[in-house]
T-cell receptor, first 117, second 112 residues
Framework: AQKVTQAQTEISVVEKEDVTLDCVYE???????LFWYKQPPSGELVFLIR??????QNEISGRYSWNFQKSTSSFNFTITASQVVDSAVYFC??????????????FGKGTRLSVIA | DVKVTQSSRYLVKRTGEKVFLECVQD?????MFWYRQDPGLGLRLIYF???????EKGDIPEGYSVSREKKERFSLILESASTNQTSMYLC???????????FGPGTRLTVT
């Protein structure tokens, strides 16, 4: 069965520290997609990244980077030089294709990140 | 930019009332979804739709129904609201084939 585990419920860091959010997934398929979303205090989930199971290349976008390792079924998210605006709940999610083309996302329970000035 | 709008940000209803939550997307997406979000439980899928007039149950459909008469609009209906349906409701839309979903701002529903 598909499952996403975010073991860190809450993390608190001081501004400018680096922080890594962990995500471990379980899937029954060889073709799947992984996502990260950010939910700031305003409540709206904001899409950050999508990665398919055939692309293990790490990705960097500004202060954000993602490390995808199929061998450990992990898709970790690192924020470098954290800022107060990074304070949010971050969700990792997984989807597997089925006949309709876009299976619903399975979400982890989220990690609440607090960045203190 | 993809835009998903929800009819209300905050809603207060009484037990037993029929409640309609509306969601509209402007990106011509085939798929639309309704989730509820509760502390400690994360996001849970209520219903989704991959075409007009089509619907599929999610993980927690009990007490809810949905309607999709037009491609851009997906409604969540609480036939008889109960206090355990007090929650944040999130609507999302997305293209097919494993692409990301785009979320609306959410409706915080309180049932008293």
């Amino acid at each position: 069965a598909q499952k996403v585990t975010q073991a860190q419920t809450e993390i608190s860091v001081v501004e400018k520290e680096d922080v890594t959010l962990d995500c471990v997934y379980e899937t029954r398929d060889t073709t799947y997609y992984l996502f990260w979303y950010k939910q700031p205090p305003s409540g709206e989930l904001v899409f950050l990244i999508r990665r398919n199971s055939f692309d293990e290349q790490n990705e960097i976008s500004g202060r954000y980077s993602w490390n995808f390792q199929k061998s450990t079924s992990s898709f970790n998210f690192t924020i470098t030089a954290s800022q107060v605006v990074d304070s949010a709940v971050y969700f990792c999610a997984l989807s597997e294709p089925f006949f309709s083309g876009n299976t619903p996302l399975v979400f982890g329970k989220g990690t609440r990140l607090s960045v203190i000035a | 930019d993809v835009k998903v709008t929800q009819s209300s940000r905050y809603l207060v209803k009484r037990t037993g009332e029929k409640v309609f939550l509306e969601c509209v997307q402007d990106m011509d997406h085939e798929n639309m979804f309704w989730y509820r979000q509760d502390p400690g439980l994360g996001l849970r899928l209520i219903y989704f739709s991959y075409d007009v007039k089509m619907k599929e149950k999610g993980d927690i459909p009990e007490g809810y129904s949905v309607s999709r008469e037009k491609k851009e609009r997906f409604s969540l209906i609480l036939e008889s609201a109960s206090t355990n349906q007090t929650s944040m409701y999130l609507c999302a839309s997305g293209p097919p084939r494993g692409y990301e979903q785009y979320f609306g701002p959410g409706t915080r529903l309180t049932v008293t």
